[in-house]
């Protein structure tokens, strides 16, 4: 649990016992902590309050529905609904936006707060993932209240900690992260083999993962970025979010400091920044964008501009490494 939060967890408490039904969503393109914290949020009401209605929607991901499934629902469904949103920092991102005003919204996440669309907004930037977060609320409501944790709720908040951490690679991983991971393995679920469906990717994927290494541009000392068009993606049979999931295969390259892949989705042109130390959200920002300090997402209109926050990344890097 993380006692700066006991505030908010007594009020996600309270709303929750009071509802009866809640309506869980997470964000587009949604990736295995998306999944992981909304399905085990889910997961720990239906067990603990049987009576209770509770829905997960979003559109599925083929290569992670093998978690679980969500459902399609319509307007009225939203009726006295209560909705809780998790890993979703602003409000465009949140997959499906079928409630109304009338609804009340809590919003669980830990990405920068852009946006604090609800009306309870747990935000904690500190924590590796939302399913981190996740834990913690579940370990305050099972102090004080007895809830409990299922075997299929460990087993989601495992994965989306695997996942938001790139198996615990990554900085965010803390003390505080480890333990609730080692917490974790107490339940009951196939740990290898959970990771290892995680890990299949499609023999279009795994050929483009090709494409990725043989075309990346080092553009600067530290600096490397990769293009990729419609007919690259076309080629390959894949989507723009097949292609964002690649960014972190750059990662090993000696001297690499910034990187990011350049996606052209017709209209815009999507970029996944990722660094190993000079902050860049700041930079995506500038780029209609925003993210973590060491992770975001910009958007830019044109090559013309994409080569400008090229500069600005440029700039960034040489600062840094002064
Ligand atoms: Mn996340």
């Not at 309506?23 to 914290?37: L, N, V």
């Not at 305050?140 to 075997?151: A, E, F, M, Q």
């Not at 087993?155 to 790139?166: A, H, K, M, R, S």
């Not at 996944?272 to 860049?280: A, F, L, V, W």
């Amino acid at each position: 649990m993380n006692n700066q939060f006991i505030e908010l967890y007594e009020n996600i408490y309270s709303k929750i016992k009071e509802a009866n039904k809640i309506i869980i969503h997470r964000h587009e393109r949604p990736d295995p902590d998306a999944y992981g914290s909304q399905g085990a949020l889910g997961e720990i009401i239906k067990y603990n309050f049987p009576e209770k209605e509770v829905v997960l929607v979003g559109k599925e991901s083929p290569s992670l529905n093998f978690l679980f499934n969500t459902v399609e629902v319509t307007e009225e469904d939203y009726k006295d609904a209560l909705v809780i949103i998790t890993d979703t920092a602003n409000f465009p991102r949140i997959d499906g936006k079928l409630f109304t005003r009338e609804n009340y919204i809590i919003k669980i996440d830990h990405h920068p707060p852009l946006d604090n669309y609800g009306e309870i907004n747990l935000v904690d930037v500190d924590s590796s993932s939302c399913s981190e977060m996740i834990y913690d609320f579940y370990s305050y409501i099972n102090s004080k209240y007895g809830i409990k944790l299922t075997d299929k709720a460990a087993e989601l908040i495992y994965v989306g900690i695997v996942g938001d951490t790139g198996r615990f690679l990554f900085p965010n991983t803390t003390t505080k992260t480890l333990k609730i991971s080692a917490e974790l393995l107490n339940y009951n679920f196939n740990m290898a083999e959970t990771l290892d469906k995680l890990d299949i990717v499609s023999e279009n994927i795994m050929r483009f993962r090709a494409f990725i290494f043989e075309n990346y541009t080092m553009c600067y000392d530290g600096l490397a970025y990769l293009k990729v068009t419609k007919e690259d993606m076309d080629k390959y049979n894949i989507l723009p979010g097949d292609v964002s999931n690649g960014v972190n295969l750059l990662r090993s390259l000696e001297g690499l400091c910034v990187w990011c892949f350049a996606i052209d989705e017709g209209n815009k042109i999507r970029v996944r920044i990722r660094s190993k130390g000079p902050t860049i959200n700041t930079i995506a920002e500038k780029y209609d964008g925003g993210g973590h300090k060491l992770a975001s997402g910009a958007t830019v209109f044109s090559w013309e501009e994409f080569d400008d926050l090229i500069e600005d990344l440029a700039r960034v890097v040489r600062e840094y490494k002064k």
